[in-house]
Nanobody, 118 residues
Framework: VQLQASGGGLVQAGDSLRLSCAAS????????VGWFRQAPGKEREFAAA????????RYGDSVKGRFTISRDNAKNTVDLQMNSLKPEDTAVYYC????????????WGQGTQVTVSA
């Protein structure tokens, strides 16, 4: 499974940003897809995940209520809508595919930088 993340950028606190992860390869819909993030000097942190086959989603505590993950089965894409962004959301965001509930990823895409200025 190959994953391609896009949509990062520089925004101000309170703004919104939408990340997209395009999945391709052998049967990507067999896996859940999640977003993780890693800030400088910190460990990688789980943000959100969605199961392709059933409508299951879960969020990390730090993004719950602000981020929304969604999927487009026809396009094999998973989006992460990020609202009310905070400077502490600044990180490299990675999409990953793996078994539900996505406590860890099996396949990883390249990261996309999200920077939120105060």
């Amino acid at each position: 499974v190959q994953l391609q993340a896009s949509g990062g950028g520089l925004v101000q606190a309170g703004d919104s940003l939408r990340l997209s992860c395009a999945a391709s390869g052998r049967n990507p819909s067999a896996y859940a897809v999640g977003w993780f993030r890693q800030a400088p000097g910190k460990e990688r942190e789980f943000a959100a995940a969605i199961n392709w086959r059933v409508s299951q989603v879960r969020y990390g505590d730090s993004v719950k209520g602000r981020f929304t993950i969604s999927r487009d089965n026809a396009k094999n894409t998973v989006d992460l809508q990020m609202n009310s962004l905070k400077p502490e959301d600044t990180a490299v965001y990675y999409c990953a595919a793996g078994p539900w509930p996505m406590t860890r990823g099996t396949y990883w895409g390249q990261g996309t930088q999200v920077t939120v200025s105060a």
